[in-house]
């Protein structure tokens, strides 16, 4: 049975920090692209990042580059989020997903199979 859970989110005020935890279990983790999404209220559920299953490869959208990192540790069955100058629009429930085409970063959530239950993030201004 495939998990994904998701650990780190919370209350931080705007311009600061949280580094979001997703920890994988029964899968080959390290064949799989891992990716970051969220969902605001209201709103369809986004792409944030992706990493391959290497760690060579990563996406971001463009409204994090330059403030968020996406990275792995394949040893733990870990990928992290780590989230820098946060702003209240990046408010939204964070969720982490696997997709097992491992070197190949698809943006669509529907290529992703597996998906854990979700972080609320909430950034106040």
């Known amino acids: 049975q495939v998990q994904l859970v998701e650990s780190g989110g919370g209350l931080v005020q705007a311009g600061g920090s949280l580094r979001l935890s997703c920890a994988a279990s029964?899968?080959?983790?390290?064949?799989?692209?891992m990716g970051w999404f969220r969902q605001a209220p209201g709103k369809e559920r986004e792409i944030v990042a992706a990493?391959?299953?290497?760690?060579?490869?990563?996406y971001y959208a463009d409204s994090v580059k330059g403030r968020f990192t996406i990275s792995r540790d394949n040893a733990k069955n870990t990928v992290y989020l780590q989230m820098n100058s946060l702003k209240p629009e990046d408010t939204a429930v964070y969720y982490c997903?696997?997709?097992?085409?491992?070197?190949?970063?698809?943006?669509?959530?529907?290529?992703?199979?597996?998906w854990g239950q979700g972080t609320q993030v909430t950034v106040s201004s």
């Open positions: 990493i391959t299953w290497s760690g060579g490869s990563t």
């Open positions: 997903a696997a997709d097992r085409r491992g070197s190949y970063i698809s943006t669509q959530s529907d290529s992703y199979e597996y």
């Open positions: 029964g899968l080959t983790f390290s064949r799989y692209v």
